[in-house]
């Protein structure tokens, strides 16, 4: 049976998108979103049912009871292709961390053209956390050491790894008890691969007690070096403004669209374009100049650190070349299409792959390294900028909006406390108040099965409304960006009273951007200092907060979700589950489901649920929040509490000494 194919407004709710997704169509092009029209998934293969790990399959099991020819389960089979997409994103994740820290190395030993220390203070602090002198030594001898460390990290092969002892003291412990705490990020990996080849681990359980480790290695390791080495080099976001959505590409300008992740080239990419010799380059070419944006995490990262605007998000990618307007499109790693090379054959779009880890046939490939990295910066944009006079008809949706980026842990710190006592009190206070319900981290990818941003929007609006302070990451945050809500103001309108009151009394907006996927662990380190903070639990896992991924589909996502869950938080995915069971399977049979939402949640206090209905999404979370508060013994979210007394009050309790001001949020909450 034809699949039905979707109205543009069924596809996605941006306008820009709509826009560009009727000039595909006019064009005769096909796009992600016309493809997942025309192509069913299978539905074993979705489920997780199919093994394909040896030539004796694939397998593909259907009914309960059901073995491969190994005599391999059903919930073998799942627990194996989930943990091997843990160990995917986890790596993934985590050699992004490690080429950060080769990065770091270089520069601390001057052998990195152009880049410098952005962020000393990030690095001592960093540093002495890790037990690395810093008294009396220069910025590089100190860099260097940690870069060492970090470096030592991925191939160690016993012990801890280092950047674990960042987690509660608590969740270390638990962590030690059930034997998880990562020995090395690769060793992880490795040992994922291993136990599922054909005849090793075949207890489900057993298989998925190493999936926690793995993802612990990418969380509490590679991707939190990836996060700490970015600051360091490039600087700790702090809010800034930007631009997010197609509307920021130029007519008269050279448009370069920077798409993948890591930051080292497209920062360079940014100083490259500011260079006057480059600038007068574009402009003999008869543009006005180079018009720089981006795509994906890459977007996230220069968008926090330097402003630069954001095209758009995963789906955008496509969306951009169907402009006319984009000179080169610049990739590194992750999340790239392939069908961006064919796309762009009927444009004048040059990609360009950059990665020695990443090329696809048919682009051009203009090889990166740290060491002349502004030179072949500048001459990706030479490229770009011969292109120019190549373009044909453009069609630009005059459609972008404002927001502000940057919301760093330590950005974050420093805007609840002022600069003479940084500290999270404020933001623990309002949660035991009331005044905040709890914390939710909306992230994550697009994903063409669901309607582009509707699920990320939908839930962070419900949860505005319901007084949850929502953080967010990824393609996510530039979902709400595109629909202004991460502006101050114009953020504010629809937010519940008590939020409104935190957020009009400190100036924040209600929906936090903290920057791309490797950065949730901004997230993982703002819970384990509100847990330090007290007042809310001794462990990650009390906390008000609830972690959801509504349009994901990367094995990125994956590993972030399971990290999360180690580190104690309920975590909500929507779309399809990868180890549901077909719908002929009985509900109980579903013993991966159970042991990675109950099972984990007993072990872990966290838990990973798959909800494709938003509306059970965003109930259950407020569930959640509402349990957590009252095991805290918290009053009850009481909407009607809030929102008269203003910013004055909540701006004098800020002002109290300690003492004083638990009673005067404990007076206001004993009415
Ligand atoms: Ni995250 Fe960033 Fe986007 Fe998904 Fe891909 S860009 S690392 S994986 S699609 S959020």
Same mark, same amino acid.
């Given at each position: 049976?034809?699949?039905?194919?979707?109205?543009?407004?069924?596809?996605?709710?941006?306008?820009?998108?709509?826009?560009?997704?009727?000039?595909?169509?006019?064009?005769?092009?096909?796009?992600?979103?016309?493809? !997942?029209?025309?192509?069913?998934?299978?539905?074993?293969?979705?489920?997780?049912?199919?093994?394909?790990?040896?030539?004796?399959?694939?397998?593909?099991?259907?009914?309960?009871?059901?073995?491969?020819?190994?005599?391999?389960?059903?919930?073998?089979?799942?627990?194996?292709?989930?943990?091997?997409?843990?160990?995917?994103?986890?790596?993934?994740?985590?050699?992004?961390?490690?080429?950060?820290?080769?990065?770091?190395?270089?520069?601390?030993?001057?052998?990195?053209?152009?880049?410098?220390?952005? =962020?000393?203070?990030?690095?001592?602090?960093?540093?002495?956390?890790?037990?690395?002198?810093?008294?009396?030594?220069?910025?590089?001898?100190?860099?260097?050491?940690?870069?060492?460390?970090?470096?030592?990290?991925?191939?160690?092969?016993?012990?801890?790894?280092?950047?674990?002892?960042?987690?509660?003291?608590?969740?270390?412990?638990?962590?030690?008890? @059930?034997?998880?705490?990562?020995?090395?990020?690769?060793?992880?990996?490795?040992?994922?691969?291993?136990?599922?080849?054909?005849?090793?681990?075949? =207890?489900?359980?057993?298989?998925?007690?190493?999936?926690?480790?793995?993802?612990?290695?990418?969380?509490?390791?590679?991707?939190?070096?990836?996060?700490? !080495?970015?600051?360091?080099?490039?600087?700790?976001?702090?809010?800034?403004?930007?631009?997010?959505?197609?509307?920021?590409?130029?007519?008269?300008?050279?448009?370069?669209?920077?798409?993948?992740?890591?930051?080292?080239?497209?920062?360079?990419?940014? !100083?490259?374009?500011?260079?006057?010799?480059?600038?007068?380059?574009?402009?003999?070419?008869?543009? @006005?100049?180079?018009?720089?944006?981006?795509?994906?995490?890459?977007?996230?990262?220069?968008?926090?650190?330097?402003?630069?605007?954001?095209?758009?998000?995963?789906?955008?990618?496509?969306?951009?070349?169907?402009?006319?307007?984009?000179?080169?499109?610049?990739?590194?790693?992750?999340?790239?299409?392939?069908?961006?090379?064919?796309?762009?054959?009927?444009?004048?779009?040059?990609?360009?792959?950059?990665?020695?880890?990443?090329?696809?046939?048919?682009?051009?490939?203009?090889?990166?390294?740290?060491?002349?990295?502004?030179?072949?910066?500048?001459?990706?944009?030479?490229?770009?900028?011969?292109?120019? @006079?190549?373009?044909?008809?453009?069609?630009?949706?005059?459609?972008?909006?404002?927001?502000?980026?940057?919301?760093?842990?330590?950005?974050?710190?420093?805007?609840?406390?002022?600069?003479?006592?940084?500290?999270?009190?404020?933001?623990?206070?309002?949660?035991?108040?009331?005044?905040?319900?709890?914390?939710?981290?909306?992230?994550?990818?697009?994903?063409?099965?669901?309607?582009?941003?509707?699920?990320?929007?939908?839930?962070?609006?419900?949860?505005?409304?319901?007084?949850?302070?929502?953080?967010?990451?990824?393609?996510? /945050?530039?979902?709400? !960006?595109?629909?202004?809500?991460?502006?101050?103001?114009?953020?504010?309108?629809?937010?519940?009273?008590?939020?409104?009151?935190?957020?009009?009394?400190?100036?924040?907006?209600?929906?936090?951007?903290?920057?791309?996927?490797?950065?949730?662990?901004?997230?993982?380190?703002?819970?384990?200092?509100?847990?330090?903070?007290?007042?809310?639990?001794?462990?990650?896992?009390?906390?008000?907060?609830?972690?959801?991924?509504?349009?994901?589909?990367?094995?990125?996502?994956?590993?972030?979700?399971?990290?999360?869950?180690?580190?104690?938080?309920?975590?909500?995915?929507?779309?399809?589950?990868?180890?549901?069971?077909?719908?002929?399977?009985? /509900?109980?049979?579903?013993?991966?489901?159970?042991?990675?939402?109950?099972?984990?949640?007993?072990?872990?206090?966290?838990?990973?649920?798959?909800?494709?209905?938003?509306?059970?999404?965003?109930?259950?979370?407020?569930?959640?929040?509402?349990?957590?508060?009252?095991?805290?013994?918290?009053?009850?979210?009481?909407?009607?509490?809030?929102?008269?007394?203003?910013?004055?009050?909540?701006?004098?309790?800020?002002?109290?000494?300690?003492?004083?001001?638990?009673?005067?949020?404990?007076?206001?909450?004993?009415?």
């Amino acid at each position: 049976m034809p699949k039905k194919k979707r109205t543009v407004e069924e596809q996605t709710i941006d306008p820009a998108a709509q826009e560009m997704l009727i000039r595909a169509e006019e064009l005769g092009l096909s796009t992600a979103f016309s493809r !997942a029209d025309d192509l069913s998934p299978c539905n074993i293969g979705s489920t997780g049912m199919c093994c394909k790990l040896c030539g004796m399959g694939p397998c593909r099991l259907t009914k309960d009871g059901q073995t491969g020819i190994c005599g391999a389960t059903i919930d073998t089979i799942q627990a194996r292709n989930l943990i091997r997409a843990i160990a995917a994103g986890g790596a993934a994740h985590s050699d992004h961390g490690r080429d950060m820290a080769f990065t770091l190395k270089a520069v601390a030993n001057g052998e990195a053209e152009g880049y410098s220390i952005k =962020d000393v203070a990030k690095l001592r602090t960093v540093a002495a956390r890790y037990d690395i002198p810093i008294e009396g030594r220069a910025p590089e001898e100190i860099a260097n050491d940690l870069a060492d460390l970090y470096i030592s990290q991925f191939g160690q092969q016993k012990g801890e790894i280092a950047p674990i002892i960042r987690a509660p003291k608590k969740r270390q412990e638990l962590w030690k008890e @059930q034997g998880v705490v990562p020995r090395g990020i690769d060793r992880e990996v490795v040992e994922a691969l291993h136990r599922t080849h054909i005849g090793d681990d075949q =207890d489900p359980e057993h298989i998925l007690n190493h999936a926690i480790r793995t993802s612990l290695a990418d969380g509490w390791g590679g991707s939190m070096i990836a996060t700490d !080495a970015a600051d360091i080099l490039f600087g700790t976001p702090a809010p800034l403004l930007g631009q997010a959505n197609l509307g920021v590409l130029k007519d008269d300008m050279v448009n370069v669209v920077v798409h993948g992740h890591e930051p080292t080239l497209s920062e360079m990419i940014v !100083a490259a374009s500011q260079d006057p010799e480059i600038i007068e380059y574009a402009k003999a070419a008869g543009a @006005q100049g180079i018009s720089l944006s981006g795509i994906c995490c890459t977007a996230n990262e220069i968008l926090m650190r330097q402003g630069i605007p954001a095209a758009g998000n995963f789906l955008h990618q496509e969306l951009a070349i169907l402009t006319g307007a984009v000179e080169a499109m610049v990739v590194d790693v992750q999340c790239i299409m392939q069908a961006l090379v064919d796309l762009a054959s009927n444009f004048h779009t040059k990609i360009i792959t950059t990665s020695p880890k990443v090329k696809i046939k048919g682009s051009t490939h203009i090889e990166f390294n740290e060491h002349q990295a502004l030179t072949i910066a500048k001459e990706i944009l030479r490229e770009a900028i011969d292109n120019y @006079q190549n373009r044909g008809t453009t069609h630009i949706p005059q459609i972008k909006e404002d927001l502000i980026p940057g919301f760093s842990h330590e950005y974050i710190n420093y805007m609840l406390g002022g600069s003479y006592r940084a500290s999270f009190r404020p933001l623990n206070d309002a949660i035991m108040s009331g005044r905040i319900r709890g914390v939710a981290a909306v992230v994550g990818c697009n994903n063409p099965r669901s309607s582009q941003d509707y699920l990320h929007t939908k839930v962070t609006k419900e949860l505005l409304q319901q007084d949850v302070l929502v953080v967010e990451t990824g393609c996510g /945050a530039i979902a709400s !960006a595109k629909l202004g809500l991460l502006l101050g103001k114009a953020g504010l309108e629809q937010v519940g009273p008590g939020l409104r009151e935190v957020c009009e009394a400190i100036g924040i907006p209600p929906v936090l951007h903290m920057g791309s996927c490797v950065d949730n662990t901004r997230i993982l380190t703002v819970l384990t200092q509100m847990v330090e903070e007290g007042g809310l639990g001794d462990d990650i896992d009390q906390i008000p907060a609830v972690g959801l991924a509504p349009e994901w589909m990367s094995e990125k996502a994956l590993a972030i979700g399971t990290y999360c869950v180690a580190s104690g938080a309920y975590v909500i995915f929507g779309g399809s589950s990868p180890v549901s069971g077909m719908p002929d399977r009985v /509900a109980d049979s579903d013993i991966i489901s159970h042991y990675i939402s109950e099972g984990w949640e007993k072990i872990y206090g966290g838990k990973l649920e798959f909800i494709a209905d938003p509306d059970e999404m965003i109930a259950k979370t407020l569930e959640h929040i509402d349990k957590k508060r009252a095991a805290l013994g918290l009053p009850v979210y009481d909407p009607d509490r809030f929102g008269e007394s203003g910013d004055t009050r909540m701006l004098e309790i800020e002002q109290m000494p300690f003492e004083e001001r638990v009673s005067a949020i404990y007076g206001v909450a004993a009415d």
